[in-house]
């Protein structure tokens, strides 16, 4: 079960010719894959695609009715791999992944895929996950396109635009027997807007269909002498056939009048940021008509060495808008000015920043600056010579606190992470070894747990030149996610090979959860279309490791801490796995809320656990929260003139993990904390045990008042 | 087109002066996501062109995030070009949904007092860096919304947690209550509930917290609503008798200056409800030693911190002082309150304690405790036997009793080791600052102020008391030194900023290299 369900929107999915579809990018595009008539899909989850991998998870009964087949692949390198089909049959596959990280993964079967050549269309779209908000290494999925010679589409970031470079991949990817690769951005994935859409298409040849007339092609192979063949067929056949689709279909659009001196190249997805910069200097009016000739690139690779000449046309200056770096498409567009021994200036790189995501104030800079140097007539008075400065904005830089990412309220994640910080005041610091997924945020403060991460399912592999083990063992984390992406083979498989000395802990939250809680393969829920409830322990030992032990209840900060201990102390050589289990909160809270709600309504007996703190026993040390950090623990101040420090508070948000409890036991901390379980719908004997209780503790409270002075506190 | 109509420069488009751009900060699981939802439906039920962005990824886990729309008046077949992201200097309203998140807004350039609306939430949540620091490490709130204020062209800063919460709804409805009463948008305030009542969830709660907001926000900008406090009201029960000799020491204490009886009146609540009156006449002696030192030119500073402080270091937080606390109906009542339990609920309540052997030994007759406390052989064995984490059910009766006997040994507690010790310690600590006053009044105020570092249970009450120790010890150092006073509380500061004390170190190698 996804963090997102998607059944409300997958009925947009249905509609017919002529009808409206309103709704985010990431719809749109799963529209018009089957608009398309695609035979199969799948893909790996990863912002900002996950929500499509979700939708097409929701969307698999009207899938299955038209004969696509859907796979949650494995991994980005399965989904490339997957793409295979439409090598030898004529079948439109589309697969997503997150750029440039999936992209990376899949980087082996999409060198392969463009080897080879494609008959039917083959669609990979890459959720580019650049700038703000980006969770990973800054880089650009642009270059593979390059390295493999498959093409690459960056449409305008509106539906229409994004749904018709579905269409025209597919078309581009059969015209030239290329994989076509199609780039969103985070922001295009969810932006909202309308298309008019077109039946659903049935593939004209399903999946299903082609196992029974199987076909291959010895050309496609790729072995010498193939291989040989296949590099110069992208370059004398492939390539020129892709530019001549680009060119009859119009794919880069040319906005803006004719003659103008100047003009502005600009990657698709640059669009809106480059029409609002105009905007902003009255060059542009609200439905975008420009003063500034524009050729959007909604293809960028491969340029079209002749429309961009023609573009160049009686042209002093061109501004090249590319986000990102290094800067491709720029030295591309310079070397064909060069060669043709053109006198047209080129900017780019020049006057806006080489690196970093060309957010509106850096567009406008940017374009100012080149107006300002060919055609400073075009720019408004208070731009030309600005007669009030711009205000000044406050400095706050010293009192507004940074704000990351890191657990949720309840993360099962937490006291593992504690039990880690425990042990660490025992047995000192060790190397430790960080993988991609949630448990990353231990990075932060307050555990500071991890000093690297090398890729999804490398955690332990990247601990692997300690293996041979020290005065300490070496420690890795990894998800459940990232176990299941490549880890088993890719670093529990090594640590087993090389006798590795070390200790990996698995992270199982039953879910791949940091990018929406989809199933894998040790998820403990039912899923009707997929394999789920497979032990990590079980694939753990049948690769061969002997030291194996699994927590089934990672709030038990003391468990957890002993078994750690032994595993970092133990005299047994050999790896050791450490399967810490307990659900995503953020999962079970959707999950359980609803249900527990309604129990309650039903009259049946629920125990609601949540925790506390007596502010009048804290005494404002803190010690719990450098072990925690969770969101719903935090602090007040005491109105109280003798105290100096706030107190530990815990808000209505707690959902009673137990965290706090456990730890101030196992780290003997402090006594200030309690865990009061609200009965709902108690049974009668509860109800009369519960109220003797009551009546007997009140008669000794009593007592015990009437012997002393009390000054009321009336809290709140 | 001719070339030089295209150059010349134009007169900027009127119409996107009605484009509405609107920006949402929130922190993840704010559902932020939900509110830029009501925002759109209600802008195309006007019949505005509308765009929504947002940034997801891992910023939705508790990091901070960010919403994006853009709204325009547009004739049917129309589509406006509009921004996916906010650019700095140029966004209509921005709506913070956490004061810090505003700053963050305001640092970044979306709020300026040429064209911003500025709709933010006062409260707080803490991020992570201000709360584990072992001091006071909350950052300063009025700070931004002073800032706030000059910032924005109009700002509508009010509780919206606390309207939500109060309506029994989340934040994202006060927020677009917030929006709806600033006027901001020009939409009627109806058109804003339809779009609550479009969502389908939890209208009814979602339109109260909603209304409450709108009208809030309405009355023009609030003055911004102080933070809930819970300040310990004057009212005493208990026996005629006890009441009577209180008054006695209640006159006592009015012959203290008003400075310093003002902090004195709850100093000696503290201590009696700790103990009982006896223990506050030995506390008001204390003070009346100190005062007798002291003057009106000074404004009696050391007394006003002694009367704070010696009052802590009497009440110290043993386990009878934490059994009777956890055993008060008091108590009781208000978990019921905050847990919102009801009569035809029944709550269960668990304690989570770890005694050590320090604990027991501290609970035993001063010189046997003193004795068992230095024989490690003996301490193991204590730990063996009762050192293990402890969860007491106080609902039931059984475990009520335990902590009830425990809460019920203060008669015995002036016999044991503990509070020998800390009548040690205290006796010391004020002859000290006394000492230190003398020669360097603002120093001895000081010496009296370092008892902050003490608190905390086990460990962390060893830490606090290290510290004390280490910062003292810096004393001879600073004495005759013009700046002493100013040391000594750096060096204070230092040793709340952190727990391993990495700022005291760097802090006490300064002042070491004075005497170098």
Partial sequence: MAERSFKAEVEHLRLGAGETFTGEGILAITKALLENGVGYVGGYQGAPISHLMDVLADAEELLSELGVRFEANASEAAAAAMLAASVHYPIRGAVTFKGSVGVNVASDALANLASSGVTGGALVIVGEDYGEGSSIMQERSHAFAMKSQFWLLDPRPNLPSIVKAVEQGFELSEASNTPVMLMVRIRSCHVTGSFETRDNQRPPLTVREALSAPRRDFNRVVLPPMSFAHEQDKVNNRWPAAEKFIVENGINERFGPEGARIGIVCQGGMYNGVIRALQRLGLADILGQTDVPLYVLNATYPLVESEFMAFCEGKEAVLVIEEGQPEFIEQALSTMLYRAGSDVRLHGKDMLPMAGEYTGQVMLDGVTAFLRAHAPDMLPGQVRAPNKPAPATPDLSSTVPIRPPGFCTGCPERPIFAAMKLVEKELGQHQISADIGCHLFAALPPFEIGGQTMGYGLGPASNAAFDGGGEKRAISIIGDGGFWHNGLSTSIGNMVFNKSDSLAIVVDNYYSAATGGQDIPSSRADNPTKATNNPITDAVKGIGVKWVRQVDRTYDVARMRQVIREALTTGEQGPKVIVASSECMLNRQRREKPQRAKAIKDGRRIEAPRFGVDEDVCTGDHACIRLSGCPSLSLKRLDDPLRDDPVVAIDHTCVGCGNCGEVAEAAVLCPSFYRADVVHNPTGTERWFARLRTRLIDWLQTRRANRRLTFVETAR | ?516
């Fill in chain 2, 1 to 516: 087109m001719s070339v030089e109509t295209a150059l010349a420069p134009r007169i900027p488009d009127a119409r996107m002066g009605q484009v509405i751009k609107l920006a949402v900060l929130a922190v993840g699981g704010q559902g932020g996501g939900v509110l830029s939802g009501w925002i759109e439906k209600l802008a195309r039920a006007q019949g505005y062109a509308c765009q929504t962005t947002s940034v997801a990824g891992v910023a939705q886990r508790t990091g901070a995030t960010i919403y994006y729309i853009e709204m325009a008046p547009v004739a049917p077949g129309e589509t406006p070009i509009f921004s996916l992201a906010p650019a700095s200097g140029d966004v209509d309203i921005l709506i913070a949904a956490e004061i810090m998140e505003a700053g963050r807004a305001i640092m970044r350039g979306f709020v300026t007092p040429d064209r911003t609306t500025l709709i933010a939430s006062t409260h707080r949540v803490l991020a992570v860096s201000e709360k584990m620091v072992p001091g006071d490490g909350i950052a300063d709130a009025d700070e931004v919304i002073a800032a706030a204020e000059t910032a924005a062209q109009r700002a509508v800063l009010l509780d919206m947690e606390r309207l939500a919460v109060d309506n029994g709804s989340v934040i994202s409805a006060s927020l677009f209550g917030g929006l709806a009463g600033s006027g901001a948008l020009p939409f009627p305030e109806t058109a804003f509930e339809d779009a609550i009542r479009a969502g389908g969830k939890g209208v009814d709660a979602s339109l109260r917290a909603f209304r409450a907001a709108a009208a809030a926000a309405r009355d023009g900008d609030q003055p911004v609503a102080p933070a809930a406090t819970d300040r310990p009201a004057a009212a005493m029960v208990g026996p005629q008798r006890l009441q009577k000799d209180w008054e006695e020491l209640e006159s006592q204490l009015r012959n203290l200056p008003g400075a310093v009886a003002e902090l004195a009146l709850p100093g000696l609540r503290k201590v009696v409800d700790f103990q009982d009156l006896a223990y506050g006449r030995e506390y008001l002696d204390r003070l009346e030693r100190v005062v007798a030192t002291d003057d009106a030119e000074h404004g009696f500073a050391l007394s006003r911190e002694a009367a704070k402080y010696i009052a802590n270091a009497m009440a110290y937080d043993d386990v009878v002082r934490v059994a009777d606390r956890k055993t008060r109906a008091a108590r009781f009542d208000r978990i019921r309150r905050e847990m919102f339990v009801k009569d035809d609920k029944v709550m269960q309540l668990t304690e989570f304690l770890h005694p050590r052997a320090e604990e027991i030994a501290g609970l035993l007759p001063a010189r046997l405790g003193a004795k068992v406390e230095a024989s490690p052989k003996w301490m193991a064995r204590l730990d063996r036997w009762f050192s293990k984490g402890r969860r007491i059910r106080t609902d039931t009766l059984r475990g009520f009793l335990m902590l009830y006997m425990i809460g019920g040994l203060r008669g015995w507690r002036r016999r044991t080791h503990r509070h020998a010790l800390e009548q040690a310690h205290l006796d010391d600590w004020l002859a000290l600052a006394l000492r230190t006053s003398e020669k360097d009044y603002q120093l001895g105020v000081e010496v009296v102020r370092t008892r902050r570092l003490v608190k905390g249970y086990s460990d962390t009450h060893t830490r606090g008391l290290s510290k004390f120790d280490r910062v003292l010890a810096m004393l001879p150092a600073l004495q005759g030194r013009e700046d002493a006073a100013d040391w000594l509380r750096r060096l204070r500061e230092a040793a709340l900023l952190d727990e391993e004390g990495k700022a005291l170190d760097g802090a006490m190698r300064t002042v070491e290299s004075f005497a170098a």
